[in-house]
């Protein structure tokens, strides 16, 4: 288990958000109450699922996420404080951080910028290809999202093909190895490499300060599985946190 983990273990959410000044009330699985990040008195809209650890207000902040996420936003702090915070609460010795070298940092600048330039890469295959449209057309009719929710989000499309995003960024100058380093590709048995996400709606997922670590992604064809799929754990993606 992960200190991240073990934290998240020791800590109750809800008693958490009780000292914070959050009335709760059960209601079946869930503990709801008024949001504490904005004026509220009508309508309680914010909820916790205490099975899970989450909490989520569904009124003006539309936000959401763990006890870490719950003390950042709280207390107007970054990630790592609400770590230490909450680690001398839990009573969780943290690892010793080791700082990168110049040369790590530079490495891992080079992923990131990887990582963003697909982001606008699966961006433009659902918004201005073809190939993009009937995925397009899934998220505007079916799924019922606005367009103005689609590039708030930075949605895309992973083509159907096993070496599209491949070849783009080896012609980027990207090394097979890069773009296995962030989780992009995948091994063949036989050798060689293919397009880890393929005919799949692209789900940025970004860090607490907003910079590119990987990608969620959604099946289209119903056939497919599994119906999602996360990019694996890399230098830039911890799925702990």
Avoid at 104 to 111: A, D, G, V
Avoid at 135 to 141: D, I, P, V
Avoid at 157 to 174: D, G, M, T, V
Wanted: some cysteine; glycine content about 8%.
């Amino acid at each position: 288990m992960s200190s991240i983990d073990d934290i998240k273990a020791r800590i109750d959410i809800v008693e958490l958000a009780s000292e914070a000044g959050v009335k709760l009330r059960r209601s079946g699985r869930t503990q709801t109450g008024f949001c504490p990040f904005h004026a509220n008195t009508r309508t309680p809209a914010f909820v916790i699922w205490p099975e899970t650890g989450t909490w989520r207000c569904f009124g003006e902040c539309n936000d959401g996420g763990d006890i870490f996420k719950f003390v950042m936003k709280k207390e107007g702090i970054d990630f790592k404080e609400a770590l230490q915070r909450l680690a001398e609460r839990a009573g969780v010795q943290l690892e010793e951080l080791h700082p990168q070298t110049p040369e790590q940092k530079e490495e891992n600048q080079r992923l990131r910028n990887l990582l963003e330039e697909a982001a606008t890469f699966y961006r433009h295959n659902l918004l201005n290809t073809p190939l993009g449209a009937p995925a397009l057309e899934y998220l505007l009719k079916k799924r019922n999202l606005t367009a103005q929710t689609i590039e708030n989000f930075g949605l895309g499309y992973a083509p159907n093909a096993w070496e599209s995003a491949l070849n783009y960024f080896k012609a980027k100058k990207y090394s097979e190895q890069e773009l296995l380093d962030v989780g992009l590709l995948a091994e063949r048995d036989s050798g060689g490499y293919y397009d880890k996400f393929r005919n799949r709606i692209m789900i940025p997922i970004r860090d607490e300060n907003g910079k590119m670590a990987g990608f969620g992604a959604r099946i289209l064809d119903p056939n497919d599985i599994p119906k999602f799929m996360n990019s694996p754990q890399t230098v830039l993606f911890d799925k702990g946190r």
